[in-house]
């Protein structure tokens, strides 16, 4: 099966020019300049076409199919390294299966999911790892990868890193620095885990919030009685998340260096943490979600009753009364933040944020957005905060270098696999809880007015999503074992 | 003419990846997932090939010319925007011609040269940047631009400005903070450009040292007898050139934040300036030479008796009881640093050097080093110091994004030019007087012994240098008109 | 004549205790551990008193006089080290004489005033301070000294700063970065000062705007017919204060760091620059003024019609739209702002300030504030943004220690002037210029309410005022020579 | 009693100036300025003298002893508020009583000491500070103050802080970050008691070494067999006391801003966080210790075989390979360290640190220094690194005010107790263990020769200390409950 994509602008972290893009089976055979000559006498049904020989010295082609995009963006497939399918959390899940997460990313230009298998303290690490293969086996749409979430950290743990960055395509760990008692690790467990990852070339991916004086903060506006949502988002200040930051990035020092990478970065004093460390040309990194560039304490968290349920998310929405959101968004253009991922952990208003009624200690965290970010991010682009080029880099080829899948995936190239989307820039998109595709009974996005739309899909060749339909199926999404980050310094 | 480079890594920004190249005519027609299936009962003469069809449903080539490049790497040919062919300077001028240069430069594997063609104070732009172009019309043996000097800004050079940027493909304009009398500009000045860059979308590019101070300190040294080439250095500290730097940076924000490019930055204190600037998310970019990468005021501009004269440049080599050199490495890892240029501006010992024979102010400044950036710079990644794609990107893929080349230059890519170097990581080159092709009587890199090697040099899809042999000519270079920066955040 | 000031509360820079203060003739005999044994059986006419042998092994004292402290602050009295008496400017001159400016400044509390003698571009340093000297002599009320304006660094400059510094007791040296063509210095000429004044050990004092930039600025400004005082605001963007901080600052280090000291600071930029190099050990100093802290570009420099005129200064009141201010005050508290003086140069909106209308640029540059110094900077301690102590030391110690006045003037210690100020915490000042002193039809302050009270003066032991009289005389104050700096690291 | 301190110039931090000292009884009743009149005809034995009426107007005094200073400096007695008298460390405890270390302290111009009283995690607050009391009750030769330590904050503990800030004259609480198990809180705990502080205005007093990662460190070390002293130094990296420094000034924010200051800084990073946090105009304060300043990591604590032991201390000296010890120098000159205190906390070789052979996690922490403080910080002055003034300032005045003692102790000022030191400039000391007087069989400065001499010294007006002999006794120094700090901005 060869399909040729022609007609559009291929746009990549260096720019933007008008390519063909040849498909043969699930890869990416050829870029050619264009006009690319085609047969139009070979065309067949469904848009086939065989290219003759053309007379003017260009390679000649001929497709089965032939993906007209004149007008349109031609990128790589979208990598969300930052999602939770399934995840267990405070006595339910998150609502979206890898079935019906992986399928809502696909219809929002994400062609790989890179998901959190979870050790809690106490548990083991490869069963954690097994379980969470078990989930996701046959169920998605496109293909996936896992990091390891590592609930404490102990002699058998480290052995366990070593073993899956060697024979698990796991090369990757999330520390957790709050939630003591279920994620938590100390600083010695955390020092520990960086020593060893130093030693392998595994990265070190972090949450960086003082938990131990968080909850302190907690109990205490508990037992004020300030019981409402905005609660979880003031007894959160920013302030500790740019502490833990700061000791993560010292901690890493200390440990000889292993690539540091800062999940759902919030707040400026964090960023000031990233700033410097970069500046002074480690291999310190991190990520930001849309949540944290578009939402609010105020506005969002802060809304009437228990409206803000819906928000609640760990970090939490920064106030709007500093110039956090700002500071993402340009540190989304110096690089100092090089990924956007959603942290996707979606939890229904019914039956699981309400949980938390009376006592936001108590709502599950999460927002939903694994179908959105492409779009999102994109509105950016149309606001001139970032370039088109930062658009596709902070989306696919970042993500997928920092996390060892180039150039499998993030990027359009020979060899590279045909995860492949056209993006309409003159189409629009509304977001509301009634179309979207995750399930998710509201969406922080209700409402949302997305200037640019999600034209077709192809994943691993095969088109996933096309005329507002979906052609995917669970099970054709396939694990990906990744290597080492090919995003350092 | 259609020329198959194949078996090779073609290394960019993102990556290193097994990738063939079809060049067809002067520019890149086809990248291509190999193996590239070709015909072999087609090979006629010269290498040629016909593909024929492969069956695998990949496209098929055929090609006049088959390079291979088995263990080889596939780079875009070099861009260097820091050249000075024939530069009158204190009564005599540059030694290479444009001729003699632009040979020189594809010998190194460098493509693309920009040159500055000179307004002096007093002088009117339009006719400096016709002379100069009569200087290189039908010279070169690779594609040139220029950048203009002003060495005085007035309103008939304001309007000038603009004229050369909108019909004369001179998109950027350096500003003097030193050398009164000659190029200097007062911050008046200096504002005033800026603001019209502001309007236009060109750059500015600064020559930053405080040259009223460094006059005085000039002067003194003289008046102590303090007469020798070391004491180039020591009346240009280190902290002269952070001063004018951050001058310039904060005159920039007042006039409105136009792309601003510091040219040969040599100093951690300027370093220091470029890398708050950029954290800002400011417009503000930086190129630094080989000279300031590996040569010392004490080693070289310190040796005994007159030979420090080879190494006069301004700014001067730095001091190694300071890291200054650690530091530019570490800005060309974190891309404080874009660009690596040469500054070319070879001076011959005899009869030109020697004018400052007993007053240090009296040497030509300048170093020649234009045959060598590709391979000094591959010394880097050699040792560690900076990536493989890093390499590529400061070279030659930034240079040409951020002085409107892109994507004709700086990359390969369907539709650019064919400026492919293809270089070899395991042969050896020597650096020396004796052989190398500037037309200059010493080398300031003498006995460097370079791990790498340029193996085979395509301008436009000619073969130019091969074999260790010159198939180029005076004349195939062209002019090549730039737009505006491609590099803005 | 023996006076003892009884009762009241000394206040230091480093703290505030229960102190009698015996003066006998014109200077400090002793402070003495209240209470002091007085014999009233002695105490005869206007208040003087006989202390007998008490018995206690406490000294005794007999005293001509008796100042009842009781609830009030003895302060060591204010020292204005920035007046400009007279000073000539766009052809008027500053309306207050030495005599009636020195007279009011004892009103406010200040019994010392370094004004500054004025070398014009052109001029000769020693003519400059020989027409101060005739100026101010016979004409003051309270003691006096002179810095010397140096309008242009030539050899025959240099020389005199050497002569006044050994002969003269001038010790301090403003140049000019602003003014061009008046007293404007360039880079060349104010290394070559501060290269002298590193030898010498004087102070370098420094008025920090870029005016080659502001001056472009200006001109456009009218050009575009923007001719309200607020665009004298404009065209001086703070930005432009800070980058000349910064350049003095390198300056300085590389002419072999002489005491440097910043007038009338009044911007966040340059606050910074300041910080920076007093962290760093530096002897880098600064002032700011009242007006800075107080008033603001919206809402007095941009009072409706021409009314902003009384408020023209140079440096610009600062936007409230950023926390200049704000940061003026926590630079008070932290000591990077050392002193506060006043800039007093008043210029009467009646033929002065008029000069100006439909050109700001013509509006005599200056605000009137020697009389109401101690009262403003009062209100800081009473609004908790200083301490007690920190009003004592930024007004009246650490000038005198600056400018090698202490401890002659500056401190209450056995042996210094009796320069005494008694202040009344409980009562209030209304400022007016209806009521106050200064040569002035108008008032900057005009209807500041201010907690607090002058409510007796000694200059050299004699009460200058008392009972809301004026008990001094043109004459009085006596010129006193300086020495170096006794501010040093 | 009356005692006149005649002929020596009075230094504090303002300045130095020629002043005679009156002591009545206990405290200082007046300064005079010199020369102050004595009747000789009433001088009795023991240089006592009555002063008859002067005819001059100045104040008579007769005294029952009068100490020529001719020459010498006159200085307010030092404050030492960091000893560790008796203080009972891994199964040992300090070798100095309050007997003899106190008398050590007078010995060497130290007249307060502010020791240590200690809760263990798990003992009760007001029971550690009874021991404490009853330790020192009756044996000190001079005054003598408290703080905690709280080895674990709990709700009985913080109670306790509020109690001992209103009853007992205990207002600062010494927190550990490290050494878990018996004096480490965790960062909640820190909070909290950091939440209480802000409250009660007391000052929280910070170990700033993360010790969950050093304990990581020192298990790893002595698992490879690397036991000897210098190996305590390499598993406590000064990046590990910079980074909890910047922990505690974070949770010191959101806690709400108690004073923090911290004990025994010793390295740069840590510095670095003190300095933002004062340039940010906070109450954040920190000391520094002699052995930070003169001793060294490779020279001392890596002295061959075991003798490193004697130089074993937490935080443990710094390397000579970074500048540590310039960068506290300057850190003394900048106020960003306000003290010099000096940890004493004396073990002897014999039977204390000869514990920790073979296991450098062994050896009792600590080194005796409160003899010597007042001699080596007095060196500072000689070399030009402090002024005569700060030295003042670091040694008593800013301790005394820091630790709510002012203006009883730490300035000689009528009012204040007369504890008085003469200094000598001109003689010299040379310190060994064969003549200190602290009860310690070694000595960390054994051979250091210093320049200058503690004279004589008084402690509430009783000579303790003159012509080489110890006039005091145990028992004379009492407890002095202390007020909040006077050191806040
Ligand atoms: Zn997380
Ligand atoms: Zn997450
Ligand atoms: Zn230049
Ligand atoms: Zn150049
Ligand atoms: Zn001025
Ligand atoms: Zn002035
Ligand atoms: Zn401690
Ligand atoms: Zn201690």
């Known amino acids: 099966m060869r399909t040729l994509i022609t007609g559009g602008t291929l746009v990549g972290p260096l720019g933007a020019t008008p390519t063909d893009v040849l498909v043969d089976g699930e890869t990416v055979a050829a870029l050619l300049a264009p006009p690319v000559p085609i047969d139009p006498s070979a065309r067949g049904a469904a848009g086939a ?4 020989a053309s007379g003017t010295g260009r390679p000649v082609v001929d497709a089965d199919r032939v993906i007209d995009a004149t007008g349109k963006y031609v990128i790589p497939g979208g990598v969300d390294v930052h999602t939770h399918m399934e995840l267990p ?15 809502a990313a696909a219809w929002g230009g994400t062609t790989t999911i890179v998901d959190f298998a979870v050790q809690r303290t106490g548990e083991v690490v490869e069963e954690g790892l097994t379980a969470w293969h078990a989930k996701a086996a046959g169920q998605c749409a496109i293909d996936y990868g896992f990091h390891m979430i590592m609930g404490g950290v102990d002699e058998a743990a480290l052995k366990a890193m070593d073993s899956l960055v060697a024979h698990e395509g796991v090369t990757s760990f999330k520390l957790f620095m709050a939630y003591p008692g279920v994620f938590f690790s100390d600083d010695g467990q955390i020092l520990r885990a960086m020593q060893r990852a130093a030693e392998s070339g595994a990265t070190i991916m972090m949450h960086a919030e003082n938990g131990l004086a968080i909850d302190v903060l ?14 979880h988002g003031l007894t959160r200040p920013p302030a500790l998340e740019g502490e833990a ?3 993560a990035s010292v ?9 540091l990478y800062f999940v759902h970065l919030s707040a400026s004093e964090a960023l000031g943490v990233i700033s410097a460390a970069r500046t002074a040309g480690r291999n310190v990194f991190a990520e930001t979600c849309p949540q944290y560039l578009y939402l609010s304490l105020e506005e969002h968290l802060g809304a009437p009753g228990f409206e803000g349920a819906r928000y609640v998310a760990s970090p939490p929405l920064r106030t709007n009364t500093a110039p956090h959101a ?5 540190g989304l253009r110096t690089d100092d933040l090089a990924v956007v991922s ?3 952990c979606p939890f229904c208003l019914k039956e699981q944020k309400e949980l938390g009624r009376g006592d936001f200690s108590k709502i599950p965290n999460g927002i939903g957005t694994v179908e959105h970010r492409i779009d999102l991010i994109y509105q950016g682009v149309v606001t001139g905060k970032i370039s088109l080029q930062r658009w596709v880099e902070t989306c696919a080829t970042t993500p997928a270098r920092m996390f060892g899948l180039y150039p499998r995936k993030g990027v359009v ?3 590279s696999d045909a995860d492949i989307v056209v993006y309409d820039p003159n189409a629009t998109t509304t977001i509301s809880a009634a179309t979207h595709h995750m399930n998710l009974d509201h969406s922080a996005w209700e409402g949302f007015e997305i200037a640019g739309k999600v034209d077709t899909v192809l994943s691993r060749g095969s088109v996933v999503v096309s005329d507002g339909q979906f052609h995917g199926r669970a099970g054709h999404g396939r694990y990906v074992p990744r290597g080492l980050s090919q995003y350092l310094r």
């Open 413 to 415: 190239a020979p060899g």
């Open 326 to 330: 700002d500071d993402l968004w340009r």
């Open 218 to 231: 907690v109990a205490q506006a508990l037992a004020r009685g300030d019981t409402d949502p905005i609660h």
């Open 245 to 247: 930051t700061h000791r």
């Open 49 to 52: 076409a065989t290219a003759a």
């Open 342 to 344: 959603t942290d996707h």
């Open 251 to 259: 901690l890493a020092q200390v440990a000889g260096n292993p690539p």
């Open 89 to 103: 959390f405070g006595g339910t899940a998150a609502s979206d299966t890898f079935a019906t997460g992986s399928a």
